[in-house]
């Protein structure tokens, strides 16, 4: 018996620290990926990533510098760990590449608490799903941390080896960048040659933007964003070259501080995205997810296609400004494209350089005050363009370009938003070209995410849905805010008009797919048929082929997407029917293929029907691809209408050489074709039994 008592204290030891082992261990459903969330010697917490046994990323600090009167965190201890083991619970979205999403992880939440006075709380919690993780540090109300002011979150990623890396520079104004693809090692944002003719830009150390999708030697893929970005600044990540970490650098102003927030206060989610398949990071919903529910009804909104008068202020045809003597926004133009809309089932257009101020907008960058949201150019009559859309069941919809100066929006918003609802206007495009007014603040900054959620809560009480330019990043908000339809925050198609690096090359679209799109919706703008831009354009083109952009209303997601081009470059064209016929809210998407800057196959099937589009898009690489077709029913037949690269299509040399091939296929089938360099293809099944 005596021995026995001996034992017991060792007993209880080993039973101790398998306890605080397990206690701070999560694991994915799949048992995959492994988290582990302790404190190191000196009391400060970090975690460890494991997956399936090898660490992916490696001992990496969690923590805070702060300001104004407060001290910075001294040592910690556990308080109390608990698990949610959750099983799936699977929700819907209102529009979206897919209408159910599985919402399956488990959850570990660490309380912290300082060991000397001032005793703070801190809570970090930790969701494991299959395909990746997300984190995020919880400040409970307490009264001896009532206000923080942020001067740093220093949340580290530490990896395990020089990755390839698909970056664009941690820009404090502006994510409209081509993508770097280097090692880790070679990463320079400070270095990267920002487009002279981009009018906002500010790169102040060797950081790069989110999401920042990397590739291992063995294979893995790893996507760093975040999710739920409110009320607190974008994250850009600092390269440690040498020692392969990461380091959150919050975006800042020009006092110095990242963030003030009061308790409580919950930080965005950090999220890794951890896959063995490229396109599973672009199936992923871990970013959704890590949202919040809805707040209210969005059936008001529909997803649809819709032309613009925009691409002929791109291309220098038409101005915004009306007393050029070429204005855009003229109620005869407007009318002209309300009826091509109306004859080929396209739901809205909208109308840029309507309102007072753009006469302006070059000249008086630095002034607020610019734009009246209210006023139409003399010789656009919005409420007869309004009342005639509607008379042909076209909406329009509305474009406030803000120039950066947001407080001069905010003043507006109110009577603007009224107009609206007048007209019975439901969407609304922003924009903020320039640098941020007032100077010191810049787009992607505290300050300004606030702003674009004012913007965003404001037009969700009049039942107006936003598709934003020059944007905060997208973190998953549309869950939350459903009217957060789409937004730009990317090199779009525009480049391709007028960039003076000759637009946006070949590669680019393939690896926005696993970078930008990972996301959420983009407003590219997909749709280009005079690729030439003939006779517009003597030096700039779109660097795909026609059967490429086909490819994109199925590649990029939208809820709202783009006719771009002229109403003569689609007029009788034969493959106008395929944007005629595509769907933009889907059931399901599938992910067939892709690599990364490389080539993607997507598979969507439309929401209430039975018909399924597929686009597939190349780098600069001509390709042979096979497809699949076991997404389709079995036991049914469709028609499959296939709009591909012709045989000599290029990019450059012959980029409107494509062909239409019509066959009968079933789920066995198989489709084998060719991309051409910087080609695509784009197919519709329609269902037929
Ligand atoms: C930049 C936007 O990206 C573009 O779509 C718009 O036409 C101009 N700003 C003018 O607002
Ligand atoms: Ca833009």
Not at 171 to 197: P, Q
Not at 485 to 510: K, T, V
Not at 522 to 550: E, R, S
Request: with cysteine; net charge negative.
């Amino acid at each position: 018996m005596k021995k026995y008592w001996i034992l017991c204290p060792f007993i209880l030891f080993l039973l101790n620290s398998c306890l605080s082992i397990s206690n701070n261990t999560l694991t994915s459903p799949n048992r995959c990926i492994r988290v582990n969330v302790d404190l190191n010697t000196e009391g400060q917490p970090f975690y460890l990533v494991k997956y399936k046994g090898k660490t992916v990323i490696d001992t990496s600090m969690l923590g805070f510098d702060l300001g104004g009167d407060a001290s910075n965190f001294s040592a910690f201890k556990v308080v109390k760990t608990s698990h949610s083991m959750r099983r799936n619970e699977p929700w819907e979205l209102p529009w979206g590449e897919q209408r159910v999403v599985e919402d399956n992880f488990n959850g570990l939440t660490v309380l912290l608490k300082e060991e000397a006075a001032p005793y703070r709380k801190l809570f970090l919690e930790f969701k494991v799903f299959n395909d990746g993780l997300g984190f995020r540090y919880i400040f409970p109300d307490q009264s001896n941390l009532e206000e923080m002011v942020i001067l740093d979150e220093n949340t580290e990623f530490n990896l395990t080896g020089d990755h390839r890396v698909w970056w664009i520079p941690g820009d404090w104004d502006i994510y409209e960048h081509l993508y770097k693809n280097t090692r880790f090692s070679e990463i320079n944002a400070l270095d990267y040659a920002v487009l002279s003719g981009l009018a906002q830009t500010y790169i102040p150390e060797n950081a790069v933007n989110t999401p920042l999708t990397m590739k291992t030697d063995d294979g893995l893929y790893l996507s760093f964003h975040e999710a739920n970005l409110t009320n607190y600044a974008g994250m850009t990540l600092k390269i440690d070259n040498k020692n392969y970490k990461m380091i959150n650098e919050l975006v800042g102003n020009d006092k110095g501080i990242k963030a003030i927030v009061k308790t409580p206060f919950a930080t965005p989610w950090r999220t890794i995205q951890i896959v063995e398949q490229a396109g599973d990071l672009i199936e992923s919903n871990l970013i959704l997810n890590l949202n919040p529910s809805a707040k209210f009804d969005i059936s008001w909104f529909k997803p649809t296609k819709y032309m613009g008068i925009w691409w002929d202020m791109h291309i220098g045809t038409r101005t915004w400004d009306y007393k050029s003597g070429r204005h855009g926004a003229t109620t005869e133009y407007a009318k002209k494209y309300i009826d091509f809309c109306a004859e080929n089932g396209i739901g809205a257009l909208l109308v840029e350089g309507w309102n007072t101020g753009w006469e302006r907008w070059f000249g008086d960058f630095d002034r607020e005050g610019v734009f009246d949201f209210v006023t139409p150019y003399p010789d656009y009559d919005l409420e007869e363009v309004v009342a005639y859309g509607k008379s042909k069941g076209v909406e329009i919809i509305m474009h406030h370009e803000t120039s950066a100066a947001p407080r001069t929006y905010e003043q507006q918003l109110d009577t603007a938003y009224a107009l609206m609802n007048k007209l019975g206007i439901s969407a609304v495009k922003t924009g903020y070209v320039g640098k941020i007014i007032p100077k010191g603040e810049y787009h992607h900054g505290q300050w300004m995410v606030n702003h674009y959620r004012k913007v965003l809560q404001t037009a969700a009480r009049a039942h107006i849905a936003v598709n934003a330019h020059e944007p905060i990043k997208d973190t998953g908000i549309r869950r939350t805010y459903p009217n957060a339809i789409s937004r730009e925050g990317l090199r779009g198609q525009e480049f391709n008009a007028w960039s003076p690096d000759g637009g946006n090359p070949p590669n680019h679209l393939p690896i926005v797919a696993f970078t930008r799109m990972l996301a959420g919706p983009i407003d590219y703008t997909p749709g280009i048929f005079n690729i030439k831009l003939t006779p517009y354009k003597d030096y700039n083109q779109v660097n795909t082929t026609l059967a490429q952009q086909l490819a994109l209303y199925v590649v990029i997601y939208s809820p709202i997407q783009m006719l771009p081009d002229l109403i003569e470059n689609y007029e009788g064209h034969p493959a106008f029917q395929f944007i005629r016929d595509v769907a933009v809210d889907w059931e399901e998407t599938r992910v067939l293929d892709g690599e990364i800057g490389k080539f993607v196959t997507i598979a969507r099937k439309e929401r209430g029907t039975d018909n399924w589009f597929l686009g597939s898009i190349s780098n600069e690489d001509e390709r042979r691809i096979s497809i699949e077709c076991n997404f389709l029913d079995r036991g049914k037949k469709y028609t499959a209408v296939i709009y591909s690269d012709g045989k000599n299509a290029h990019w450059d040399d012959n980029p409107t050489d494509y062909q239409i091939d019509t066959v009968t296929v079933y789920h066995r089938s198989n489709i084998s074709l060719n991309l051409a360099p910087g080609g695509g293809c784009a197919i519709s099944f329609r269902r037929s039994n």
